[in-house]
Nanobody, 122 residues
Framework: QVQLVESGGGLVQPGGSLRLSCAAS????????MGWYRQAPGKERELVAR???????NYADSVKGRFTISRDNAKNTGYLQMASLKPEDTAVYYC????????????????WGQGTQVTVSS
């Protein structure tokens, strides 16, 4: 019923920047929270940043001051601006959205994107 499509990953040198996008489409009445997660090889998936429907944000300590999460509600799209990238930021980045399908639908449901690879290396 809903698809999340991430884009913007790639190879970047340490200190560089990337902007990830997550576009949601399908049967969407509203999007509650949107979040970005990452999973490095051999590690568990971890929360990177999250933004609520009202715009409140929270970040993992490891990315505070370097990453910024935002959203465009009119476009059903979320973003993750990443700056001052480090090799330890290398991972597959996933978008998650909590979506309400209609005005009387409950509960909201979580959807995941397919992931986009971010590699930070010289």
């Amino acid at each position: 019923q809903v698809q999340l499509v991430e884009s913007g990953g790639g190879l970047v040198q340490p200190g560089g920047s990337l902007r990830l996008s997550c576009a949601a489409s399908g049967r969407i009445f509203s999007i509650n929270a949107m979040g970005w997660y990452r999973q490095a090889p051999g590690k568990e998936r971890e929360l990177v940043a999250r933004i609520t429907g009202s715009g409140s944000t929270n970040y993992a300590d490891s990315v505070k001051g370097r990453f910024t999460i935002s959203r465009d509600n009119a476009k059903n799209t979320g973003y993750l601006q990443m700056a001052s990238l480090k090799p330890e930021d290398t991972a597959v980045y996933y978008c998650k959205a909590t979506i309400v399908h209609c005005s009387t639908c409950w509960p909201a449901r979580d959807y995941w994107g397919q992931g986009t690879q971010v590699t930070v290396s010289s």
